[in-house]
């Protein structure tokens, strides 16, 4: 039976407005704030009303900060970490989850306890590596025979060094493995009798049915993606590969020069569409890839 409680629903409707309101709050200031002129957005207190310079803000944001190249590089990245983050997470899942071995739980938890490493702890030794590639070879030739090999290669300034590193999620790795977990072992052994193999099992049956949990990992490592500022500032060197994180430093104000800081919005507003774009087409299969147990 359902009891009506209009003092719990009153505290409750108060709370989601609430976090609406902190969540909708620095948005609504950075629209408005891109609408304004260099004298309205300096004026103390906020005012929480739209003028008529958005595009005009908008085309010196684009032009000043190169927007045009930086998104289409921020965009090929997060396309690349997301499809392998997407598909290495999905492959190592389905091992760990359909194949037999002693050694499953023990596969599962080292990668699951990586995620008390992120990038930011790892950015060092992941840098080094990335930065010569034959350099672990090297060492590990000269400790054995004494000779030491000048062979050297890097990923500076390549979509390579900006994706590779970051593909390895154990995020994905857990939500695959959990919904893996619940398909009946009878899927499996249908698909044995009828001759597939584990490759067919795979692309034909498992991929399928995890097509929701695939679109919500997708939307949440293409954000993951884009918002990437700290490993781009270490891998990128040529402004050909600036990203857009990267590209919103040159919109700040200079310290003695003009508090623009309506372009500085303007230029936020534009590098925070794709991924809200993506969110908002993905939203539904976002919430049941993640809450629902449908098969």
Do not use: C
Not at 194 to 202: C, H, Q, V
Not at 235 to 253: E, F, G, R
Not at 288 to 294: E, I
């Amino acid at each position: 039976m359902i009891q009506r409680t209009p003092v719990s629903n009153a505290v409750t409707y108060l709370i989601m407005i609430l976090g609406f309101v902190l969540l909708i709050g620095p948005l609504l200031v950075v629209l408005l704030g891109a609408t304004q002129n260099v004298q309205q957005i300096n004026m103390i207190p906020f005012r929480f009303v739209p003028q008529d310079q958005l595009f005009h803000n908008l085309q010196a944001a684009w032009r000043r900060a190169n927007l045009g190249s930086a998104m289409l590089n921020s965009f090929i990245m997060a396309s690349l970490v997301t499809v392998g983050k997407v598909a290495l997470s999905a492959l190592t899942a389905y091992a760990i989850v359909f194949f037999r071995t002693p050694l499953k739980h023990f596969l599962f938890w080292s990668v699951f306890i990586t995620l008390m490493l992120p990038l930011e702890v790892r950015v060092v030794p992941t840098y080094a590596v990335a930065a010569d590639l034959f350099s672990p070879i090297n060492t590990l030739i000269e400790l054995v025979t004494g000779t030491r090999l000048s062979i050297e290669w890097n990923l500076l300034n390549s979509f390579a060094g900006l994706t590779l590193p970051l593909i390895a999620t154990a995020t994905g790795t857990f939500l695959y493995r959990q919904f893996f977990l619940t398909l009946p072992e009878e899927l499996a052994e249908a698909a044995r009798i009828d001759g597939a193999g584990p490759i067919r099992f795979f692309f034909d049956m498992v991929l399928p049915l995890s097509r929701t949990n695939m679109l919500a990992l997708t939307t949440i490592m293409f954000v993951y993606g884009w918002n990437q500022y700290l490993w781009p500032l270490l891998m990128v060197t040529d402004a050909s590969y600036k990203t857009t994180m990267m590209s919103l430093i040159s919109l700040l104000p200079a310290d003695n020069g003009t508090p623009d800081w309506n372009v500085t919005l303007a230029g936020s507003l534009i590098i925070v569409l794709p991924p809200l774009l993506v969110v908002g087409t993905l939203q539904r299969w976002f919430v049941r890839g993640l809450v629902s147990h449908d098969k």
